[in-house]
């Protein structure tokens, strides 16, 4: 009896693991600090962050637009890094922020994840309708991905609809600006020594 040994293979309860880290982001705002790693990482000159309340099907949704003029995202990486969960096309660069993979999940915290890349191996489309409510259910998200139109530049527009169940009364200015001054790297001592100060002007 001694050999007869039975090899157990771990399970993971995938949604719940999804649903966990999800929620894990406490402060609204931590969404800001995710696309500005993000674009960081990606090497953006450039990046835009708007929110706004737009009426979609007949409900007053937060919409959340997040723009960038980095290097995109390849298909491998929209699908297995983006998407995915504990995969991070950083964890060996010790330049970059992200390296977990955890970071994109907070963006599931919506109603709708609509998302535009343009790399330099090609160009995608990707759409995921309702993850939150799916995660919730027990259900895993089911995010498309397809191919799109080029671009003349590389880059990524994310756009997030009815995020955080539509609670929009921390995305006010001076909010925001303070936030990002204290808690990015947008606003952080090595970025304005480096002559970038974000705030100047």
């Given amino acids: 009896?001694?050999?007869?040994?039975?090899?157990?293979?771990?399970?993971?309860?995938?949604?719940?693991?999804?649903?966990?880290?999800?929620?894990?982001?406490g402060n609204p705002l931590e969404v800001?600090?995710?696309a500005i790693s993000n674009s960081f990482d990606a090497k953006a000159t450039y990046i835009k962050i708007s929110f706004s309340v737009m009426n979609i099907d007949g409900y007053y949704k937060l919409?959340?637009?997040?723009?960038?003029n980095g290097v995109g995202m390849s298909h491998e990486i929209l699908e297995k890094n983006f998407w995915a969960l504990g995969n991070s096309a950083s964890k060996n660069d010790s330049s970059k922020i992200g390296e977990k993979g955890h970071g994109t999940k907070?963006?599931?915290?919506?109603?709708?994840?609509?998302?535009?890349?343009?790399?330099?191996?090609?160009?995608?489309?990707?759409?995921?309708?309702?993850?939150?409510?799916?995660?919730n259910a027990g259900k895993l998200h089911t995010p498309r991905i397809k191919p799109c139109n080029p671009a003349s530049k590389t880059g990524t527009y994310i756009r997030l609809e009815g995020y955080n169940n539509?609670?929009?009364?921390m995305y006010l200015q001076n909010i925001v600006k303070d936030y990002?001054?204290?808690?990015t790297k947008l606003g952080s001592f090595?970025?304005?020594?480096?002559?970038?100060d974000p705030f100047a002007g």
């Avoid at 050999?3 to 929620?23: C, G, R």
């Avoid at 990002?180 to 808690?183: A, E, L, P, R, T």
């Avoid at 090595?190 to 970038?196: A, F, P, Q, S």
């Fill in 166 to 169: 539509n609670e929009r009364s």
């Fill in 63 to 68: 919409v959340i637009e997040l723009q960038d």
């Fill in 1 to 25: 009896m001694g050999d007869n040994w039975t090899k157990i293979k771990p399970y993971v309860n995938e949604h719940y693991e999804f649903l966990e880290i999800a929620s894990d982001f």
């Fill in 106 to 135: 907070i963006y599931l915290r919506s109603d709708t994840v609509y998302v535009i890349t343009h790399h330099e191996s090609g160009s995608y489309e990707s759409i995921c309708n309702r993850p939150f409510n799916d995660l």
């Fill in 32 to 34: 800001v600090r995710e």
């Fill in 190 to 196: 090595e970025t304005e020594i480096d002559g970038n």
């Fill in 180 to 183: 990002i001054y204290w808690f």
